[in-house]
Nanobody, 123 residues
Framework: QVHLVESGGKLVQAGDSLRLSCAPY????????IGWFRQAPGKEREFVAT????????YYGDSLKGRFTISRDNAKNTVLLQMNSLKPEDTAIYYC????????????????WGQGTQVTVSS
């Protein structure tokens, strides 16, 4: 079983940048997807971005590509989510998740989830 641990969430101001990190533990290979989802209070969980462990393939949510970038930190064996020009509507719990499916862009594609990390953007 793969386990994931997110970190980096905090209170920031609108316009700030923030980098989240996801550390996977367990059996993964180059085709394993590690993705980010977010969920605001009272709203459904939303797909943000995902990347293969090799870094060869990425997918982004339609409304987020351009401000958010997913990448691998090879030195630390983590997956990063770089968030720029943050807005109050970006406030949510951000979850890291793992999938062995192809083109996983829905919550149902993911078999394991981290605990989440809170990102709050003040206006």
């Amino acid at each position: 079983q793969v386990h994931l641990v997110e970190s980096g969430g905090k209170l920031v101001q609108a316009g700030d940048s923030l980098r989240l990190s996801c550390a996977p533990y367990g059996p993964i290979d180059k085709n394993y997807f590690i993705g980010w989802f977010r969920q605001a209070p009272g709203k459904e969980r939303e797909f943000v971005a995902t990347i293969t462990w090799s870094g060869a393939t990425t997918y982004y949510g339609d409304s987020l590509k351009g401000r958010f970038t997913i990448s691998r930190d090879n030195a630390k064996n983590t997956v990063l989510l770089q968030m720029n020009s943050l807005k109050p509507e970006d406030t949510a719990i951000y979850y890291c998740a793992g999938s062995r499916n192809f083109e996983p862009i829905t919550t149902h594609d993911y078999s394991t989830w981290g605990q989440g990390t809170q990102v709050t953007v003040s206006s």
